[in-house]
């Protein structure tokens, strides 16, 4: 946002706020829980897409200034830090269907023998329980991580810039504004005009692909998609990121495909068999670039046990009597709720207990570099869990999901923390808001979950991919059936993907390197996305550095909103698609 914004980070100089404002008042909770129900339905169609999300503190703070915007005009930016920890606290919990699809993943392929269907409303119990204890577990962490060591937190900064344009009630804000409102019009009505006719009936002005790379291309799905959404996402996270997920594109749908078919290593030119085989690199790569990123930072993670002792709460936290004894309550009850789903209870609490050090861990790194390492940290779980629960899917992807949901979300809370000090947010206002949202966010990606797989489909040829939903599914499937059950070939690629990942992420951590070194991450990501997607997000990232370029100042104030604006139409639209067809409003055709 404007750089002409100035916020303190001096933890006796936190943001002024003028005495007797109210924050948390009935309008700014009221759109809380409808913000939060608009991002707990719609992100998980972003992240099974992309496969991860984007900035979520950001686009709820947008939402929050149209929402309260429309009905108010004296809202101001502690009333819409509300509205927007609320979205995130919905976002982190939304982002918990990666292990929904993980479920369903390995219950499509029948040669698992998984039969578990989760249903929607232990769905709902589930993130519910894991997610308001990830809550209370985070409280007595704001002191030491926000205040006392001021980590960065890059987003929750972001977002606190953005809430303070946004409450100049100026020219600034009204075009933010406007380019957030254009952006997702435009990508709303774009993803009407080219989604399968199947579901809008045949149209004559469906529009195709764009530039499929040849007859190999078109087959593996490598061209470029009419999807703002993509090239939204692409102008957010960067061209580095972007360059890089074009590289694994590359690697993994134009070049891999006919040398496996040549070496017989798959058996047909289909993208669904070629999947089952590069996954497994691209697994490699991921997971060995986030695991040797947290050992090269062994030295801060050191740090968050040791010092950790000299936090404190004070007057304006969430009390600490509640913070035990809703920790005590909330972790009873998800005992009960994963025991219905045939966990026995050592094993949950052994999953609880582990949930600590994890988030730790992830609060710090994200603190100190902006990159969430849960996704990473929760396939370091899954190999606990292998070990304790030897040969069972279900108990492995159900614990680690335990571990992942709680850190995620302390993770969110630490971020909306930072905002907060950064604007002068009283913490215990914010704590009511996560806790709020947890449930409504919970809520709504168990209700919009299924109508997103049984409309689209996931891990199909033409279906939501998830990428960190078929590494969950396949590194619980390594560790229940040992290296047999992999495709011919792939544990030697699995081999190579992780000296890759090694690699790259030891030459990542050369300063001077860094801006020549392809993101693992990224190319493991591009390896597992659909190429039209990857190919859509490069060029976001091309035209928000082309932006940059000849007009800074102008890229500045509009490329966050106008980006958001993107991401939230397509998302939007694609999660009223299946609801009207659940209403027969649409017919499949």
Request: net charge positive.
């Amino acid at each position: 946002m404007s750089q002409a914004v100035q916020i303190s980070d001096d933890a006796d100089a936190p943001g002024l706020k003028p005495p007797g404002t109210r924050e948390f008042t009935f309008r700014s909770v009221l759109v809380a829980i409808v913000v939060a129900a608009v991002i707990g339905g719609s992100y998980p169609y972003v992240v099974l897409k992309l496969g991860f999300g984007p900035n979520i503190s950001v686009v709820s703070a947008f939402f929050g200034y149209l929402a309260l915007g429309i009905a108010f005009r004296n809202f101001h930016r502690w009333e819409n830090n509300i509205v927007q920890t609320a979205g995130t606290s919905a976002g982190q919990t939304a982002f918990l269907c990666t292990m929904m699809a993980a479920f369903d993943l390995l219950r499509m392929d029948s040669s698992n023998h998984f039969t578990f269907v989760l249903q929607p409303h232990q769905a709902f119990l589930w993130l519910t329980c894991s997610g308001v204890l990830g809550v209370l577990l985070s409280v007595p962490m704001r002191q030491h991580f926000v205040v006392d060591e001021k980590l960065t937190f890059a987003d929750g900064v972001a977002a606190a810039e953005t809430l303070v344009v946004l409450d100049s009630q100026g020219e600034q804000s009204r075009s933010a504004a406007r380019s957030m409102g254009v952006g997702a019009v435009v990508s709303g009505l774009l993803f009407t005009l080219r989604e399968d006719a199947r579901l809008i009936g045949q149209v004559w002005y469906r529009v195709p692909e764009l530039f499929p790379f040849g007859a190999i291309g078109a087959k593996m799905n490598v061209g470029m998609s009419w999807s703002l959404l993509s090239i939204g996402s692409g102008m957010l996270v960067g061209l580095r990121i972007d360059t890089s997920m074009v590289i694994g594109m590359l690697i993994g749908w134009v070049i891999g495909p006919p040398l496996l078919l040549q070496h017989g290593l798959v058996p047909h030119m289909v993208r669904r068999e070629m999947l089952l085989w590069i996954m497994w690199p691209a697994v490699g790569v991921l997971v060995a670039g986030g695991l040797t990123a947290l050992f090269l930072r062994w030295k801060v993670l050191v740090k968050s046990f040791t010092s950790l002792t000299s936090a404190s709460v004070g007057g304006g936290d969430f009390p600490m009597r509640w913070v035990i004894w809703g920790s005590i309550l909330s972790a009873a009850a998800l005992v009960a709720v994963q025991l219905s789903l045939g966990m026995p209870i050592g094993l949950t609490l052994v999953a609880i207990v582990l949930t600590v050090p994890l988030m730790l861990v992830g609060i710090r790194v994200l603190g100190e570099t902006n990159w969430g390492p849960i996704s990473a940290l929760t396939n370091m779980m899954q190999g606990i869990f292998g070990g304790l629960a030897p040969g069972s899917m279900l108990h492995n992807l159900t614990a680690s999901g335990v571990t992942g949901s709680i850190a995620s979300q302390s993770e969110g809370l630490m971020q909306d923390y930072k905002t907060g000090h950064l604007i002068g947010s009283t913490p215990r206002f914010l704590t009511y808001a996560q806790l709020i949202a947890v449930p409504v966010g919970a809520a709504a990606v168990a209700f919009v979950y299924p109508l997103l797989r049984d409309t689209y489909g996931i891990g199909g040829d033409n279906g939501l991919q998830s990428p960190i939903s078929q590494r969950f599914a396949g590194l619980a499937r390594i560790l229940a059936s040992g290296p047999s059950a992999l495709p011919p070939g792939a544990l030697d690629a699995l081999v190579v993907g992780i000296a890759v990942g090694v690699v790259l992420t030891l030459l990542e951590g050369n300063p001077k390197l860094r801006r020549f070194v392809p993101s693992p991450t990224g190319i493991g990501i591009g390896m597992l996305v659909p190429g039209s997607a990857v190919f859509a997000m490069f060029v976001g990232g091309v035209i928000a550095e082309l932006w940059r370029r000849v007009a800074p100042a102008s890229q500045e104030r509009h490329l966050v909103p106008l980006s958001s604006g993107f991401i939230a139409g397509e998302a939007i639209v694609a999660v009223l698609i299946p609801i009207l067809v659940v209403l027969h409003v649409v017919k499949l055709q």
